[in-house]
């Protein structure tokens, strides 16, 4: 499985963007299917997940201001994000929830396909 996002530019506070995401090679559909970010310095968190069944969840530092989404196609997901903060810049990835693993090296770790980055201008 190949997970690429995209959609992630420059805008400034108060802006919008839209990000897309493809879980290429995927056969099934991933239930609970999620966005993340990663901040410079900082850790990753878990900013929303759509649940197959139509259910979501958002970060409280997103509530209200980000939208997830299932696409048509299968494990294609979007983020609608609004109001844009300054501290909404991060590069953000889809995953699943919990995250991808895969083995590198003889051990499992979680796997991260291609960020798209949003940076935010106050």
């Known amino acids: 499985v190949q997970l690429q996002a995209s959609g992630g530019g420059l805008v400034q506070a108060g802006g919008s963007l839209k990000l897309s995401c493809a879980a290429y090679g995927a056969t099934i559909s991933i239930n609970r299917i999620a966005w993340y970010r990663q901040a410079s310095g900082k850790q990753r968190e878990l900013v929303a997940v759509a649940y197959s069944g139509g259910g979501t969840h958002y970060a409280d530092s997103v509530k209200g201001r980000f939208t997830i989404s299932r696409g048509d196609a299968l494990n294609t997901v979007y983020l609608q994000m609004n109001s844009l903060k300054p501290d909404d810049t991060a590069v953000y990835y889809c995953?699943?929830?919990?995250?991808?693993?895969?083995?590198?090296?003889?051990?499992?770790?979680?796997?991260w396909g291609r960020g798209t980055l949003v940076t935010v201008s106050s």
């Open positions: 995953n699943s929830d919990p995250p991808l693993s895969t083995v590198v090296a003889g051990k499992i770790v979680d796997y």
